[in-house]
């Protein structure tokens, strides 16, 4: 059965810090990936997708990037913290055959605290 | 553009008691609805899915939802809520040609005793 995994669950960083945060997919192969973001009392929006390794579609200009170094593996870096980044961030898979309908299976999520 | 819109952001409701959580899409040709379900601290997780077919939607933990095409609608709907329904759930849609859902700003519902 597939799983999807992010790390770490929580993080405190001070504003102007790096970032990176990690998803990995497990029991799929060549999977379609996406980070979310929630902000407080918001909805989710989407950050990034990717449909393959090296392949990275941005949503929203920001202050984030994301990396997809192996099939199922996606990062989401930043180079320097903003107190608007945080929020809770949610990365998703979807199985890779095009058709709008595929469901979309969340990981646990990472709870991002920028002082 | 794509949008979906919740207009409650919260309902508290008691145990028991039936619930609807409304949910409104912007018109497309075609459009393939969900509902996620959010606990605390968790991700989400998919309650049900509106593709084609039949308009009742039947999902799990005794959720059900209408698609009203002449409406633009999905509302979500339980008869009996229990405590363990209160969370977080949002309704998402993905229009033609769109890899990533697009979600409401999501509706807190509240079970009290």
């Known amino acids: 059965s597939q799983t999807i995994h992010q790390w770490p669950a929580t993080l405190v960083q001070p504003v102007g810090s790096p970032l990176s945060l990690e998803c990995t997919v497990e029991?799929?192969?060549?999977?379609?990936l996406y980070w979310y973001r929630q902000a407080a009392g918001r909805g989710l929006q989407l950050l990034f997708y990717?449909?393959?390794?090296?392949?990275i579609s941005s949503e929203v200009p920001q202050n984030l990037s994301a990396s997809r170094p192996q099939d199922r593996q996606f990062i989401l870096s930043s180079k320097k913290l903003l107190l608007s980044d945080s929020g809770f961030y949610l990365c998703?898979?979807?199985?890779?055959?095009?058709?709008?309908?595929?469901?979309?299976?969340f990981g646990p999520g990472t709870r991002l605290t920028v002082l | 553009a794509q949008s979906v819109t919740q207009l409650d952001s919260q309902v508290p409701v008691f145990e028991e008691a039936p619930v609807e959580l409304r949910c409104n899409y912007s018109?497309?040709?075609?459009?393939?609805l969900f509902w996620y379900v959010q606990y605390p601290n968790q991700g989400l997780q998919l309650l049900l899915k509106?593709?084609?077919?039949?308009?009742l939607v039947k999902g799990i933990n005794g959720f059900e939802a209408e698609f009203n095409k002449s409406q633009t609608s999905f509302h979500l709907r339980k008869p009996s809520v229990h405590i363990s329904d209160t969370a977080e759930y949002f309704c998402?849609?993905?229009?033609?040609?769109?890899?990533?859902?697009?979600f409401g700003s999501g509706t807190r519902l509240q079970v009290q005793p």
């Open positions: 998703a898979w979807s199985e890779f055959q095009g058709q709008a309908h595929n469901e979309q299976f």
């Open positions: 029991g799929t192969s060549n999977p379609n």
């Open positions: 990717s449909v393959g390794i090296g392949q």
């Open positions: 018109s497309s040709v075609s459009v393939y």
């Open positions: 509106y593709l084609s077919g039949s308009t």
């Open positions: 998402a849609r993905r229009g033609p040609g769109r890899r990533a859902l697009t």
